[in-house]
């Protein structure tokens, strides 16, 4: 199965920090692209999926690349409540649809 | 907001020891998926279920592991005899693909510990 890869941090903001993960896949067949967020010891829940021409949710904005076959997420105005894992999900493409979990970034937002 | 759910919410079982985790997903749902997550490692996919049938599966999901939807709302995931690597949080998720975007909902868990 084509990997999903993250830089696992843990990044250490103060709040009202900028920052950005990135996530790169292998498999140049990817159909679906998301980010999911999960809290220690919870299901992942979605945060966005990411589009093709980037999109914005608040304070979060999602970028694809598929030329260099990886995506982006950019939290502004970092919150306390921001502190979690971030997981990169893509759902494959040649004839495997399954979603496919990069192992997240953590994110630490400290006073 | 439907939900996912699963259950048990934890489960202890000895080693050797058959166990069955139950979910009920999303009523008008008509993809199933399990995964399972090794405490501090990644969620990794088990299988996916539609039409009462298996559609993919991973090289984790061997001969010890069946999944079934015996009555049209339950979706269950039986391992027949445990093993001490068989603990893990194990994931439900669902979607209904109708609508084009293929997000997974997810249960709870079952975390399930293997003495």
């Known amino acids: 199965r084509k990997e999903v890869e993250q830089d696992p941090g843990p990044f250490n903001v103060p709040e009202g920090a900028t920052v950005a993960f990135n996530c790169t896949y292998s498999n140049s067949a990817s159909q679906s692209f998301f980010w999911y967020r999960q809290d220690c010891r919870k299901e992942p829940k979605l945060l966005m999926s990411v589009y093709s021409s980037g999109n914005e949710d608040g304070r979060f904005t999602a970028q694809l690349n598929r030329a260099s076959q990886y995506i982006s997420l950019l939290i502004r105005d970092s919150k306390l409540s921001d502190s979690a894992t971030y997981l990169c999900v893509v759902r494959q493409g040649g004839g495997s649809y399954i979603p496919t979990f990069g192992r997240g970034t953590s994110l630490i937002v400290h006073p | ?115």
């Open chain 2, 1 to 115: 907001e439907p939900e996912v759910t699963q259950t048990p919410s934890h489960q202890v079982t000895q080693m050797g020891q058959e166990v069955i985790l139950r979910c009920v997903p999303i009523s008008n749902h008509l993809y199933f998926y399990w995964y399972r997550q090794i405490l501090g490692q990644k969620v990794e996919f088990l299988v996916s279920f539609y039409n009462n049938e298996i559609s993919e599966k991973s090289e984790i999901f061997d001969d010890q592991f069946s999944v079934e939807r015996p009555d049209g709302s339950n979706f269950t995931l039986k391992i027949r005899s445990t093993k001490l690597e068989d603990s893990a949080m194990y994931f439900c998720a669902s979607f209904e693909s109708s609508s084009g975007a293929n997000v997974l909902t997810f249960g709870a868990g079952s975390r399930l510990t293997v003495l």
